[in-house]
């Protein structure tokens, strides 16, 4: 073998190790691209608009999610629901808890309302303006947990979604 094949052929085998490494890279990134964009699209492709007059069913309950609410099946017993700003997101589970024991652990005061559907609601603001709620039968199980977190954009007030809260409680049904 003459002075130059050998120089050739180590110039060869160093392109074949940096295009490997080049490959590796490049295959690492995507895959990280894919462990990032993949969760998200699941989860979206299992949303849905609600209608707002259609109910959800929730275990032995069900829930007419105000309209244009996107919804998200967790379980057959839970679901994830977000206002259309995604300010408002709130889970909701059927248990088998009176609504009084939902919020039992939760600090703060208790508060306790009959809806228009003849449920009752007793639940605790939380101070970060989120709510934990039970609706239910007053002294009866099974009840909806309602877990309601609030995250407004900057300058708006947690408050301002008081009334979003109520329309989905309001939509539960036994």
């Keep these: 073998m003459t002075e130059d094949a050998r120089v050739g052929s180590a110039a060869r085998r160093w392109e074949i190790a940096l295009a490997c490494a080049a490959a ?20 979206n492709l299992s949303s849905e608009v609600s209608d707002g007059s259609d109910p959800t069913d929730l275990g032995d309950a069900s829930v007419i999610v ?9 379980s057959e017993d839970a679901i994830t629901v977000r206002t259309p700003d995604g300010a408002l997101r709130a889970s909701l589970e059927s248990v088998d808890e009176k ?4 919020v039992a652990a939760t600090a703060g005061p208790l508060r306790s309302e009959l809806l228009a559907s003849g449920l009752t609601a007793v ?15 007053p002294d009866a199980a099974p009840s909806v947990r309602v877990t309601v977190q609030v995250s407004p954009a900057d300058g708006d007030e947690p408050a301002a979604y008081r009334s979003a809260i109520g329309d989905l409680l309001e939509g539960i049904r036994r």
């Design 24 to 43: 590796a890279l490049v295959l690492a990134a995507v895959s990280v691209a894919a462990l990032v964009a993949v969760p998200p699209t699941i989860a």
């Design 66 to 74: 105000p309209a244009d609410w996107v919804v998200t099946r967790d």
């Design 99 to 102: 609504p009084g024991d939902v």
């Design 123 to 137: 639940h605790v603001d939380l101070d970060d303006g989120g709510v934990v709620a039970g609706v239910g039968e």
